[in-house]
């Protein structure tokens, strides 16, 4: 769910929260019942992240955590919000600030500061600014932030300096701080408190016990609800360093609480800022020892690789039964079937063990039940699954939420890509039962009319109105921009179905399943024959959007189609044809392909799914102009993408931009709300890189194939060192030029072949 409107918010009780209301100025629109009231300063404000699984914390640039409801401002964990404020003063004023800049692999925050000019009332100035360094810096673990800050004193003196952090705890759910208005809440505790330490304490109306713990490494002078103050004396050039871990969760959720249970008069040496910044360094390169390592010849295109990388390492969250990467932050840290599904593919041939994780995990809360509340049938894969009181009380419908219809034929296409990419039969059998269930689904509650085309109507009136990867209420319409009716059958689901169909198929014939390989390869032939007939437009040289509830099609330009022709569920001429029109001037913008053509009645730039620019959406399109001869298209996304990123000056891409044409000398216009880090979009750079080097690979004859590969002259060289095939390994470097790509093998391991088609 990726919701949104136009309605203000109401003030909660007293004694709900400490922090106080702000009004919000913008409403920006992110889908349909649910929406994101954003302070018109949050467009202005330069944040910072830390994330890792299902915690986060964002900041601004000074690494304060600025008290403003409506932005997503705090330290996050499993949708509530435990720490609303956080911000540092040195003698009752904000610090200068110097710099702000996150470690290389996004583990660390490290903000510097300095005072301002210190005096009495009658204007003498007793101490000058850039007198005193602060250098402050965050950490993140599972439900735990760790702050430290140094005070460095560079005077040739003593120097008494009055300190203070000023906190603030509102538990509020993070639907509550994307605008949902809640007319009740629990009861916010007295807090515990001691010398060294703070416990604050809410009991929600769900009756769970939600707690955010402070403890501090050197008591403070003065401690309460609102502060901790420091009165500091510095002897001439000299440092001191004072840290603070702040621990939440929910007492009544085991997955929900930190690792340390125990209250202790301070935090012992396993407890500090260094040991969980060297926890969460030994984290990142554990999971990246297992992910083909991908460099660039050109420093650019490394960094945004390596950012890219950084994001998808803070989304990724583990559990006994494996890995898989949620959705984003801030709005959508938590599973998401579409999102998690889609990274998974673009990842597949880097990082296998990330699709194993997702579909593990995918299967583990596969829907059991009709229960209309929830949009849920027997073998439908969960679209979104929420933890907060919200959720838990049901004033969301998305506790565990199945309302997208695209989930489940997207689960069964990452199985089947993930057996013949891996050659693990092992999981495939382990996964089989709920293969059955996904596919029966379709037969059963996908398409209950019998036409072959899996379609949607929602089943709660809370729930999505749209069910595609567009699920905003406006998202879906005909040239007149009438709203389509449902059920709906989306183009780019058949797509899916018919890749669902096709992998699926060659995954049961190893397994010696020949009636259901069969039984599959025939329904996607006819798939692709009454595709041609109800959703090809020949007329327009594009695919319809939709179908809508007449069988009526959708006789509108959207990205929508270039779905199809990365599923090859488009003949060669329907593909050459959508190819043009794709990167045509309606479409492209000269950063990527728009959601939705400039012509169409419903285009806007600034919208959500009607005409903005999504980096996932672009991986998806690069991947299927790369069926074109040339890969002309491809090669224009992925400059258009590359260009973007570096524009944005946020390192790696966002979840989406504005759809406004390129202009000479101008950047991509940013989308206010967007997240980031976002997966599927930080994974898009992986689903272009399988595009231009035509890679794929054959788990079962161990086999890598890089079917005519292209590399423009401006990457350079592209080398891809540790790619597992099969039992065993293969490295390689492409290097671009005016001539062409050229393939050189720099290392191999295990019974491998590497096959190089031109």
């Known amino acids: 769910m990726k919701p949104s409107s136009e309605s203000g918010r109401t003030t909660p009780p007293s004694g709900r929260r400490t922090s106080a209301l702000k009004p919000a100025k913008t409403v920006l629109k992110v889908g349909s019942t649910f929406y994101i009231l954003a302070s018109s300063l949050s467009s202005r404000r330069t944040t910072r992240v830390l994330a890792d699984g299902h915690s986060f914390a964002i900041f601004d640039a000074g690494g304060d955590i600025v008290e403003s409801p409506l932005e997503a401002l705090g330290l996050f964990h499993r949708d509530t919000r435990y720490l609303s404020r956080f911000e540092l003063r040195v003698a009752g004023q904000t610090p200068y600030f ?122 403070p002078t003065a401690l309460d609800a609102k502060r901790a103050a420091y009165a500091l004396k510095l002897e001439a050039e000299s440092d001191l360093a004072l840290e603070l871990r702040i621990e939440c969760g929910n007492e009544g959720d085991p997955d929900s609480i930190p690792l340390r249970t125990k209250d202790t008069t301070a935090p012992s040496s396993s407890e500090s800022f260094d040991h969980a910044l060297a926890a969460r360094h030994a984290q990142v390169a554990h999971a990246e020892a297992g992910w083909a390592k991908v460099t660039a010849g050109n420093e650019l295109i490394n960094s945004l690789l390596r950012h890219s990388e950084c994001d998808l390492m803070s989304l990724m969250t583990h559990d006994a039964r494996g890995t898989y990467i949620m959705a984003g932050i801030p709005w959508f840290a938590t599973l998401f079937g579409r999102d998690s599904i889609i990274t998974a593919l673009s990842m597949l041939p880097f990082s296998p063990g990330v699709a194993a994780g997702t579909l593990r995990t995918l299967a583990r809360f596969q829907g059991t039940e009709v229960n209309a509340d929830r949009d849920e049938q027997p073998g439908k894969i969960v679209h979104e699954m929420r933890f907060g009181e919200m959720a838990v009380l049901h004033e969301i419908p998305f506790g565990r939420y ?60 809370q729930g999505l109105s749209n069910q595609g990867w567009k699920d905003s209420f406006d998202s879906i319409s005909h040239a007149d921009g009438t709203l389509a009716r449902a059920p709906i059958a989306l183009c ?267």
């Not at 010398?195 to 403890?215: E, N, P, T, V, W």
């Not at 790369?626 to 979840?655: K, N, V």
């Open 98 to 219: 110097l710099n702000s800049f996150l470690s290389d692999d996004k583990a660390q925050l490290r903000v510097n500061l300095t005072n301002p000019d210190l005096g009495d009332h009658g204007g003498t100035i007793d101490l000058p600014r850039n007198s005193i360094q602060l250098q402050r810096s965050w950490a993140l673990g599972p439900a735990t932030l760790f702050h430290r800050l140094v005070v460095r004193n560079y005077t040739q003196a003593p120097v008494s300096l009055d300190l203070e952090f000023r906190f603030g705890v509102d538990f509020a759910d993070l639907f509550e701080v994307r605008g949902v208005k809640r007319l009740h809440h629990g009861e916010m505790l007295t807090p515990e408190r001691r010398k060294d330490r703070i416990k604050f304490l809410y009991r929600g109306l769900d009756q769970a016990m939600r707690f955010s713990a402070f403890h501090f490494s050197r008591p």
């Open 402 to 461: 199945y309302g997208s219809v695209d989930s489940t034929p997207l689960f069964l296409w990452l199985y089947g890509r993930y057996v013949a990419t891996t050659g693990d039969l092992k999981l495939a059998a382990e996964l089989w039962p709920h293969i059955e269930r996904a596919l029966e689904w379709i037969d059963k509650y996908g398409d209950p009319d019998g036409d072959g085309y899996v379609e949607y109507m929602r089943e709660t009136p």
């Open 492 to 758: 780019e689901v058949q797509g899916y179905l018919y890749a669902a169909y096709t992998s699926v198929a060659d995954a049961a014939a190893r397994m010696n399943r020949n009636a259901v390989a069969s039984r599959l390869a025939d329904r996607a032939r006819a798939l692709k024959i009454a595709f041609a007939r109800d959703f090809w437009l020949d007329d327009e040289g594009m695919v319809a959007l939709a179908l809508d509830g007449d069988k009526k099609p959708c006789r509108v330009m959207a990205s929508n189609g270039a779905h199809c022709l990365a599923t090859g569920l488009l003949d060669a001429h329907q593909s050459a044809t959508l190819a043009k029109r794709l990167m045509a001037n309606d479409m492209f913008s000269g950063w990527g392909v728009r959601t939705l053509s400039t012509t169409a009645r419903r285009y806007n730039p600034m919208s959500y799914h009607n005409g903005s620019v999504w980096p996932h959406d672009n991986g998806i399109a690069a991947l299927g102009l790369a069926r074109i001869p040339g890969r002309d298209g491809t090669l224009r996304i992925m400059r258009g993408m590359f260009d973007s990123a570096i524009e944005l000056h946020a390192g790696s891409l966002p979840e989406l931009f504005c759809g406004f044409t390129r202009e000479a000398n101008l950047g991509p216009v940013p989308y206010p709300v967007a997240c980031h880090p976002q997966a599927w979009a930080a994974a898009s750079v992986m689903m272009m890189l399988q595009a231009i080097l035509g890679l794929r690979l054959d788990g079962f004859e161990r086999r890598l194939v890089l079917d005519s590969p292209v590399l423009p002259e401006w990457i350079g060289s592209l080398s891809i060192e540790g790619m597992r095939v099969g039992t065993g390994s293969a490295s390689f470097t492409v290097r671009g030029s005016s001539k062409g790509a050229t393939v050189e093998i720099t290392d191999k391991s295990g019974p491998v072949s590497i096959e190089v088609k031109s």
